[in-house]
């Protein structure tokens, strides 16, 4: 069973960062980050493949969020940088089997993490 949590969400100003962890990650699985604001269906972030070599970002967040794993301690990481408020959301970590290769598709994923919010004042 793959269990997975999300953590270091909080509140930060319009400019600030904040580093997302979610443990539970396994070496075997492609990882991604996805957030829902209230009223909308969840969104793709980001995403990595099993090594870690091959990433993908949102258009919205490309150049600011970066996204990494180690898999030796079984964890993924979003950096979030130049934070603005509609980064607004709960941020949920997935995986993915790793026969996928890298994942951005929501359907794709079978575990997700419970979430963490994180709220970006202007």
């Known amino acids: 069973q793959v269990l997975l949590a999300e953590s270091g969400g909080g509140m930060v100003q319009a400019g600030g960062s904040r580093r997302l962890s979610c443990a539970g990650a396994r070496p075997q699985d492609a990882m991604g980050w996805f957030r829902r604001v209230p009223g909308k269906e969840r969104e793709f972030v980001a995403a990595?493949?099993?090594?870690?070599?091959?990433?993908r970002y949102a258009d919205s967040v490309n150049g600011r969020f970066t996204i990494s794993r180690d898999n030796a301690e079984n964890m993924v990481y979003l950096q979030m940088n130049s934070l603005k408020p509609e980064d607004t959301a709960v941020y949920y970590c997935g995986s993915c089997p790793g026969r996928y290769g890298l994942c951005t598709k929501e359907g794709l994923y079978d575990h997700w993490g419970r979430g963490t919010q994180v709220t970006v004042s202007s």
């Open positions: 990595l493949d099993w090594s870690g070599d091959n990433k």
